[in-house]
């Protein structure tokens, strides 16, 4: 059984910054990415940003300047700072984790419950 859990949503004043974390845990399953996808009230879940184990990353890129993912690959931890956040931002961001079931061999994905982002003053 793989676990995601996210930390450090909430609510931010437009301009400010958050960092959220997300850490896997679990046996038998071999990550190969993690990442963070986001979605709004009424709008499709879409990717925020990704990492790979490997240290290749990848990013919304109309929101590249104002994103950074980084990973702690010991911890199975990844984090997401995000700066200059606008009302746009405001969505539940979700933590996934790509990778594969060694007790199958199969890909497979898993994902967090999601934690609320809020852009208000």
């Known amino acids: 059984q793989v676990q995601l859990v996210e930390s450090g949503g909430g609510l931010v004043q437009p301009g400010g910054s958050l960092r959220l974390s997300c850490a896997a845990s679990?046996?038998?399953?071999?990550?190969?990415?993690m990442g963070w996808y986001r979605q709004a009230p009424g709008k499709q879940r879409e990717l925020v940003a990704a990492?790979?184990?490997?240290?290749?990353?990848t990013y919304l890129a109309s929101e590249k300047s104002r994103l950074t993912i980084s990973s702690n690959n010991a911890k199975n931890t990844i984090y997401l700072q995000m700066n200059s956040l606008k009302a746009a931002d405001e969505a539940v961001y979700y933590c996934?984790?790509?990778?594969?079931?060694?007790?199958?061999?199969?890909?497979?994905?898993?994902w967090g419950q999601g934690t609320q982002v809020t852009v208000s003053s």
């Open positions: 996934y984790a790509h990778g594969i079931s060694l007790a199958t061999g199969n890909p497979e994905d898993h």
């Open positions: 679990g046996s038998l399953f071999s990550i190969s990415a």
């Open positions: 990492v790979t184990t490997s240290g290749s990353t």
